[in-house]
């Protein structure tokens, strides 16, 4: 299996990203549970959201009210709508599968098994 991210770029504070996940290479991707992550130089890598194969989502306290998760099973792909950009939003954005042993909610990295290779968000004020 593999993870494509996509959709980072530059923008100002208050605008709105969607960043996509292309997910290859595996079955079933409609059963797959999937998240994402972010991460900034010498930081740990941040849970922010997961979405189960029902639609099913869970979210960090920090970006529920502005970031919403998302996929569409018949294009393989899930989606990370970001609103409301701050500049503390900026990082690498990841996506990853969850571990199929894994309970819900998976927030740990530890939880994910396969990992995209990150999209680039900054956000200027």
């Known amino acids: 299996v593999q993870l494509q991210a996509s959709g980072g770029g530059s923008v100002r504070a208050g605008d709105s990203l969607r960043l996509s996940c292309l997910v290859s290479?595996?079955?079933?991707?409609?059963?797959?549970?999937m998240g994402w992550f972010r991460q900034v130089p010498g930081k740990e890598r941040e849970f922010l959201a997961a979405i189960g194969w029902s639609g099913r989502t869970y979210y960090s306290d920090s970006v529920k009210s502005r970031f919403t998760v998302s996929r569409d099973n018949a294009k393989n792909t899930i989606y990370l709508q970001m609103d409301r950009l701050e500049p503390d939003d900026s990082a690498v954005y990841y996506c990853?599968?969850?571990?199929?042993?894994?309970?819900?909610?998976?927030?740990?990295?530890?939880?994910?098994?396969?990992w995209g290779q990150g999209t680039l968000v900054t956000v200027s004020s």
């Open positions: 990853a599968r969850v571990h199929t042993s894994q309970y819900w909610p998976p927030t740990v990295a530890g939880a994910y098994d396969t």
């Open positions: 290479g595996g079955f079933f991707f409609s059963t797959m549970r």
